[in-house]
């Protein structure tokens, strides 16, 4: 039976990793996609102490390999549940079943889709949920990013620089990102504002062509573009698992800055738990706390 | 083995091959396609049935426009010169492999 296995491995999984097995406990990390998590999509990094500048790649890179020298074992499956029965909780993916003495819900978060119909089809045709990863595919063209937060703001103002044509969509007419940015985003000549509007079609051939936006009173405009960026926030990836943790009405992991659960021996690391601050070094700062934690638990 | 394929030799190693291709449009600055990498090498070595080329974007931009790639890693799966398949963002090897079918 593993000491503590650890579902996820972003920079809070991994980081739990590191800790757990500093203290002699074992490790094993079931991850579903690709180790790093949403940072491996960051080209540059440049708020984490230490390091001026480093890419998302090299810094999800080193973390693995650093837990890996460590002595974490590492299995790229999906954790579809958590069973508990008392002192032993069970992992369940579609392959195997792990039993464990603790568990660590380190599974982050995936964009939020705007729910669209045809939307899911044209991901990566047009609809993507990451500007500084496709905007490059878009120089000189026209392209609409919906949302009001500070994520959909910094997009906009990254693609001005490439495109030819941004248009911000957004529900409200206020915006939750700050003053500042917003200003920014505002004194560009090639940035028009789509207030109280939401999309409500998206037209195609191939590739995304045009999308239909609605306003709250109901008027419908026709807007032609070649790419759209949502970023109408995220939704953490705790499914899965409601029944032994408690979830907020956002889905996020009920759980304070000492990363327990409401079920013992089972805790919550980065960004799928309830928390202020969703950034690198507050998802490895929850990795170093939850294994605490958990090695703790490990001898009571 | 995986293949570097530009525009200039696209037609002969992916539209003419006689066996399935799986083309990797990638860049060096796209994180999750550096992840995906080290995936499909050992695709190619395990399925010698199955070609694997990469495309980097930047080097042929022309193709990524031609089929439609807006966002990296795509992997385009094409059989007898047409597109049969293909799967966005990195994808592990059991999915590359249901891709490929078999």
């Not at chain 1, 979830?247 to 960004?271: H, M």
Request: charged fraction near 25%; charge should be negative.
């Amino acid at each position: 039976m593993t000491d503590v296995l650890i579902v996820g491995a972003g920079p809070a999984g991994m980081t739990a990793a590191i800790y757990a097995r500093r203290a002699a406990k074992s490790v094993l990390v079931l991850e579903a996609r690709s180790y790093g998590g949403q940072i491996v999509n960051t080209p540059d990094i440049e708020n984490y102490p230490v390091e001026a500048h480093i890419s998302g790649f090299d810094f999800a890179t080193r973390l693995y390999e650093q837990a890996k020298a460590l002595g974490a074992e590492f299995r790229f499956e999906k954790a579809v549940e958590i069973r508990v029965d008392g002192d032993v909780k069970t992992v369940v993916t579609p392959k195997n079943e792990y039993e464990a003495k603790t568990v660590i819900v380190a599974t982050g978060s995936d964009p939020r889709k705007l729910g669209v119909e045809g939307e899911d089809r044209l991901v990566g045709r047009g609809v993507s949920y990451c500007a500084t990863c496709d905007g490059a595919f878009f120089r000189k063209k026209t392209v609409a990013v919906v949302g009001g937060g500070n994520t959909a703001v910094e997009d906009a103002l990254y693609l001005a620089d490439l495109a030819e044509k941004v248009y911000l969509i957004h529900r409200r007419e206020g915006f939750r990102a700050d003053e500042a940015t917003l200003k920014k985003l505002k004194a560009r000549e090639n940035v028009e504002f789509v207030l109280n509007a939401t999309v409500t079609a998206l037209h195609a051939e191939k590739r995304l062509t045009g999308i239909d936006v609605t306003d709250k009173d109901g008027n419908m405009r026709h807007i032609e573009l070649n790419g759209l960026f949502a970023a109408v926030g995220r939704i953490p990836e705790n499914q899965n698992f409601s029944q032994i943790i408690e979830l907020d009405a956002a889905g996020y992991a009920v759980a304070d800055e000492s990363c327990r659960t409401k079920t013992p021996g089972v805790f919550v690391a980065g960004d799928n738990r309830t928390k202020d601050v969703r950034q690198l070094v507050t998802a490895a700062a929850d990795g170093a706390v939850a294994a605490s934690a958990a090695i703790k638990y490990l001898s009571e | 083995m995986v293949y570097q394929v530009n525009e200039s030799n696209f037609e002969s190693e992916v539209l003419q091959s006689p066996v399935p291709v799986l083309v990797d449009f990638n860049a060096t600055w796209c994180g999750p396609c550096r992840m995906l990498k080290p995936v499909l090498e050992q695709l190619a070595e395990e399925r010698p049935d199955v070609k694997v080329v990469s495309v980097d974007v930047d080097e042929a931009p022309e193709l990524a426009e031609e089929y439609d790639v807006s966002s990296i890693p795509c992997v385009v799966l094409m059989k007898n010169g047409q597109e049969a398949d293909r799967s966005v963002g990195f994808m592990p090897k059991d999915g590359l492999l249901a891709l490929i079918g078999g």
